[in-house]
């Protein structure tokens, strides 16, 4: 079971002291953690434990949050994130997200919600946007359902399609890293289960981090967890050790359900 | 079933073939070794019982981490369940291929041998036993995992012939009585892998239909 060195993984994404700041209060205080390459890593934790916070910090969400601010690094594949010379947008174009709600542009044909972000930089040929948003739908699970109504509303979705349309929106520019924030907390079972189903397929191509509150869901889809506690990581390891024989007492109290 | 949930058991069942393999391997070159007096037939069984001690480990660790991490419900819990139980089984089995083969090296040893004890027809109907338990687990065969508990009375009748033949000769020839306690022992050893297959058979009729069936008699 852990014959697998951690350390032979290539990492995509790194975090060197990282602290979130919101005014003098530190949400997340010094993480340093390696995100390995095509794998998924779940971050666990209660509620206010500032796992959604250092997700938030990995694309530059908190440019965007006022009197919040980030000290320490974060690299992908060793460049700075926050690099000042770099475009924000750029950097989200690399590191895509799916939040807790599906966020389609409700009255935005279907078709038009999976190549809005092709279309924000400018790029209208019509054969590339057709293709895209057939190989993003694809990936995303969807392309079956929704083949022969593309231009109907992503709004007349069901709540697990629309999920799965922000999925295929996100990987539409063809990020190397997905976050994905509570991704199924507000869907049914059968489309939870869709969508655990679409994150082990889509690690072949790309890099995926989920916060959850389900620590079910993080034994059941990730290769790694990350166990965050009051602004702190408290372990980082395979999710296989963390869920049969995690190092820290706080963990193991956690994932037993002793507190959380 | 999730589908990881499904493509973990898919490759642990896989696992639970080869060790199958190995151990039945194992059990028929020990045997082979008694009656070729092959030493280094028998000396290949007791070195390549650390293996099948690693591939014990190695299955009961990923039984434990799908419980861990899957959390498996009625049937797939009592899969799991009984393959944690199997594995040691054949962990066993293993074990007693390594004492039939020091028997045989103590045999060679002893540089005497009598070819009326012959244990080919035992080897087989236990092995045969331990192999349909096993098929009964993977293919879910009800008839099968009871076939097996039967058959478990066919080798006991075999063992205790083998008993009764080393009582008669033991009185007959006192001094051979380092020779025949060694072909009582392989006899033993091949009436407990019996036991044994009987036990992976029990946990299977359990695994389908959830019944524990064990000290029943």
């Known amino acids: 079971m852990t014959t697998e060195k951690i350390n032979e993984q290539k990492i995509r994404l790194q975090t060197k002291d990282l602290t979130v700041w919101y005014g003098q209060t530190p949400g997340v205080k010094d993480i340093s953690l390696d995100i390995y390459d095509k794998k998924v890593t779940a971050f666990i934790g209660p509620s206010g434990c500032g796992k959604t916070t250092f997700l938030?910090?990995?694309?530059?969400?908190?440019?965007?949050?006022?009197?919040?601010?980030?000290?320490?690094?974060?690299?992908?594949?060793?460049?700075?994130?926050?690099?000042?010379?770099?475009?924000?947008?750029?950097?989200?174009?690399?590191?895509?997200?799916?939040?807790?709600k599906p966020t389609p542009f409700p009255t935005m044909s279907i078709y038009d919600n999976v190549v809005a972000g092709l279309k924000l930089v400018g790029i209208r040929d019509r054969k590339l946007l057709d293709e895209v948003c057939e190989r993003s739908?694809?990936?995303?699970?969807?392309?079956?359902?929704?083949k022969d109504r593309l231009k109907s509303p992503g709004g007349s979705l069901s709540g697990g399609q629309q999920q799965r349309l922000s999925i295929?929106?996100?990987?539409?520019?063809?990020?190397?890293?997905?976050?994905?924030?509570?991704?199924?907390?507000?869907?049914?079972?059968?489309?939870?289960?869709?969508?655990?189903?679409l994150i082990g397929e889509l690690k072949e191509q790309v890099t995926i981090i989920i916060v959850t509150h389900n620590m079910q869901q993080a034994s059941r889809v990730s290769d790694y967890t990350a166990f965050f506690y009051i602004g702190d990581?408290?372990?980082f390891d395979k999710t296989t050790k963390i869920f049969t024989n995690p190092d820290q007492k706080r963990t193991e109290e956690y994932i037993t359900g002793q507190f959380g | 079933m999730s589908k990881y949930l499904q493509n973990e058991?898919?490759?642990?069942?896989?696992k639970f073939y080869e060790l199958c393999a190995?151990?039945?391997?194992?059990?028929?070159?020990?045997?082979?070794?008694?009656?070729?007096?092959?030493?280094?037939?028998?000396?290949?069984?007791?070195?390549?019982?650390?293996?099948?001690?690693?591939?014990?480990?190695?299955?009961?660790?990923?039984?434990?981490?799908?419980?861990?991490?899957?959390q498996p419900v009625a049937i797939d819990l009592r899969l799991i369940i009984s393959m944690l139980k199997i594995n040691s089984d054949l962990e066993r089995i293993g074990d007693l291929a390594v004492n039939?083969?020091?028997?045989?090296?103590?045999?060679?040893?002893?540089?005497?041998?009598?070819?009326?004890f012959d244990f080919t027809d035992m080897c087989e109907k236990a092995l045969r036993m331990v192999k349909d338990s096993i098929d009964a687990m993977i293919d879910f065969d009800l008839k099968k995992a009871e076939a097996v508990i039967e058959a478990d009375d066919e080798v006991d009748k075999l063992h205790e012939a083998v008993f009764g033949k080393i009582k008669t000769a033991v009185k007959k020839s006192p001094d051979s009585f380092e020779l025949l306690?060694?072909?009582?022992?392989?006899?033993?050893?091949?009436?407990?892998?019996?036991?044994?297959?009987?036990?992976?058979?029990?946990d299977v009729v359990y695994m389908i239909n959830g019944t524990i069936i064990r000290h029943q008699t």
């Open chain 2, 181 to 202: 306690s060694q072909y009582l022992t392989i006899s033993r050893s091949l009436e407990r892998i019996g036991d044994h297959a009987t036990n992976i058979a029990e």
């Open chain 1, 137 to 146: 739908l694809k990936q995303a699970a969807l392309w079956e359902e929704v």
């Open chain 1, 56 to 100: 938030r910090a990995l694309n530059r969400m908190h440019d965007l949050t006022r009197g919040a601010r980030v000290t320490g690094k974060a690299l992908i594949d060793g460049q700075d994130i926050y690099d000042p010379k770099l475009d924000p947008v750029i950097i989200r174009r690399k590191i895509g997200m799916v939040f807790q």
């Open chain 2, 9 to 14: 058991l898919t490759k642990l069942k896989k």
């Open chain 2, 22 to 70: 190995i151990v039945e391997e194992d059990v028929r070159n020990a045997v082979k070794s008694v009656y070729e007096g092959n030493v280094n037939l028998a000396q290949k069984v007791i070195d390549k019982d650390r293996q099948i001690d690693m591939m014990e480990i190695e299955i009961e660790e990923d039984c434990l981490k799908l419980l861990a991490l899957y």
């Open chain 1, 168 to 197: 295929a929106r996100a990987l539409a520019v063809e990020p190397e890293v997905l976050l994905m924030d509570e991704p199924t907390s507000s869907l049914d079972p059968q489309s939870t289960t869709r969508i655990e189903e």
């Open chain 2, 100 to 116: 039939i083969s020091e028997r045989s090296v103590k045999i060679i040893g002893l540089n005497r041998k009598d070819d009326s």
């Open chain 1, 233 to 235: 990581l408290i372990e």
